[in-house]
């Protein structure tokens, strides 16, 4: 203020000032704007991106061989409310053709009982689609203890292995079922109004296919435990499965804790996610190939693609998240998978990382297998695996597929660690690595992969699928803030035993509860 003030004093001060004010207003104009382009850069360079902070999380890795915290809740899926036995008569029968594979199957399975309880039908054993990718025709006798599955669904469902005879004109034969197309993710609405309407005109229906065929989100809890006890429950592998994925399990566990992995790095899904630029150009014609004729034409860009999650995880970077996370070569793997596109090729650089890779035909009585280790009988063995193992790692999770059931058992199955890449995350990690940046490779992928539930109770939040994430309708508390979360009496299967045996003809037989606790966790 002095100097100006002395300035202005001065003779022709004021034409000097509006002088050189105007030229050291522009110099800090100019100063201000390049200040601001550069912040808006970096702002801008920061939007979209999540930049790891410098403060990594860390994480015990010997405490993930055990289950996670379980905050005091407990797997239980039987009713809290009034829940009646099915009627004598029903309103007619329900047949059901469940396409894709294994763990598409089971949630169709979940679904049809469903179906069959809101419209009081006779379920019929539901089919099992034997599609191309299978070439599997087991049948659900082949891959389920039938028996079990109907006694475990009594106070449910009625089920029947096959549609009655009927007569006509002085003939037996079979009924017929009407056949049905029912609509995608359809409503109860739809099974109650439409689909009731013709199983009571024709006597059965026959929905077909029937993967996704009932909406999974359900404002009924009672609805959704049922859901649970079917699957978690009710559909437990034939004994000679059972056996067989416990020898497998003996074996690994003979040497101490072992993780399983989901490497789902096969031909269909790398087709269906349409990640082709990493292979070869032979092998790139023939994954365009299979996604002609197998899905709907859609323009797939591969960084697009990779940038957002899509891309199933190389067997490499799979390597390269465990060893980042702190396991070491040490380490025995159960790896569940088909065939590995591309082979050894993608196969050596984990290996290299970790040496101990098994599947089910290195750990067990291969002989068994063989003939259908592709099919579901082989699918069924990696399913047990993965579900007793110690920590499960999912690399490609989707709807309705097996690692996402897996995902929803093992938090039922007492919140079993579940270590689950965040692909999306871990992205522009690995593009960086492909373009040379490497630095601060694996605290990156720390900062990622420590960001994680690791199996504990936690909100269903879209996309995460109720056979993912039953919590909390299929779970409860010994002592709970809410009432609606208290566990149902520990007395339960005695009871609904007593009143099986007291049964016959007596109308009581309609009983309050169902039969599990929940102490019967694993549906084995």
């Known amino acids: 203020m002095r100097r100006g003030g002395e300035f202005w004093g001065r003779r022709g001060g004021a034409q000097r000032l509006l002088k050189h004010g105007a030229k050291g207003m522009a110099v800090r104009l100019s100063v201000a704007l390049i200040v601001l382009i550069v912040c808006s850069l970096s702002l801008f360079s920061m ?42 008569e029903t309103n007619g029968f329900l047949r059901v053709r469940c396409n894709g594979g294994l763990n598409q199957q089971r949630g169709a399975i979940c679904n049809a009982v469903l179906a069959a309880r809101i419209m009081n039908a006779t379920l019929v054993l539901p089919e ?73 005109e024709y006597g059965a229906i026959y929905l077909t296919p029937f993967s996704h065929r009932l909406a999974e989100e359900i404002d009924d809890p009672e609805l959704q435990r049922l859901r649970c006890r079917v699957n978690y429950h009710a559909l437990r592998f034939r004994p000679h499965i059972m056996k067989l994925s416990s020898d497998i399990v003996d074996n690994l566990r003979s040497q101490g804790h072992f993780l399983s992995i989901h490497l789902r790095f096969e031909m269909d899904m790398l087709a269906f996610a349409g990640c ?117 790692m999912p690399t490609y999770d989707g709807p309705s597929n097996f690692a996402n059931n897996l995902m929803g ?72 803030k809410n009432p609606a979360d208290k566990c149902p009496p520990n007395n339960t299967m005695e009871v609904l035993e007593s009143q099986l045996q007291n049964e016959g003809d007596d109308s009581e037989s309609e009983i309050l509860t169902n039969k599990s606790d929940g102490s019967d966790s694993t549906g084995i």
Not at 334 to 347: E, K, L, Q, T, V
Not at 415 to 430: D, H
Request: charged fraction near 25%; proline fraction near 7%.
């Open 47 to 88: 939007i979209g991106v999540t930049r790891p902070s410098n403060r990594v999380e860390t994480v015990d890795i010997d405490k993930l061989w055990k289950s996670a915290n379980s905050g005091g809740w407990r797997p239980s899926s039987a009713p809290r409310s009034y829940w009646p036995s099915p009627p004598a």
């Open 409 to 480: 058992h093992r938090l039922y199955y007492g919140f079993r660690t579940t270590i689950q890449p965040n692909r999306k995350a871990l992205a522009p990690i690995f593009m960086d690595r492909e373009e040379g940046r490497t630095s601060n490779l694996e605290e990156r992928i720390r900062q990622v992969m420590f960001n994680s539930k690791f199996g504990g109770p936690h909100k269903r939040v879209r996309p995460e699928s109720f056979y993912t994430n039953s919590w909390p309708e299929c779970f409860c508390q010994i002592s709970p």
């Open 276 to 392: 082709f630029d990493i292979f070869t150009p032979e092998e790139q014609e023939i994954l365009k190939k299979y996604r002609k004729n197998n899905f709907a034409e859609k323009e797939l860009v591969y960084r697009e693609r990779l940038l957002i999650g899509k891309c199933p995880l190389t067997p490499e970077e799979v390597g390269i998240i465990l060893r980042s996370m702190g396991f070491d070569n040490s380490t025995r793997i159960y790896i569940a998978a088909g065939d590995i596109f591309g082979g050894d090729r993608f196969m050596k650089p984990f290996r290299s990382m970790f040496t101990r890779l098994e599947n089910h035909n290195t750990v067990g009585p291969s002989e068994k297998l063989e003939e259908n280790a592709r099919g579901l009988v082989g699918s069924a063995v990696d399913y047990m695996v993965c579900l007793l193992s110690d920590i499960f």
């Open 128 to 200: 099992l689609d034997a599609n191309s990718f299978w070439h599997d025709e087991s049948g659900f006798p082949g891959i389920y203890d039938v028996e079990h599955f109907i006694k475990s669904l009594r106070y449910d469902v009625r089920i029947v292995q096959q549609l009655p005879d009927v007569s006509l004109k002085g003939k037996t034969k079979k009924m017929k079922a009407y056949q049905i197309h029912p609509p995608r993710d359809a409503p109860l609405s739809w099974y109650t109004t439409f689909a009731l309407k013709k199983m009571k």
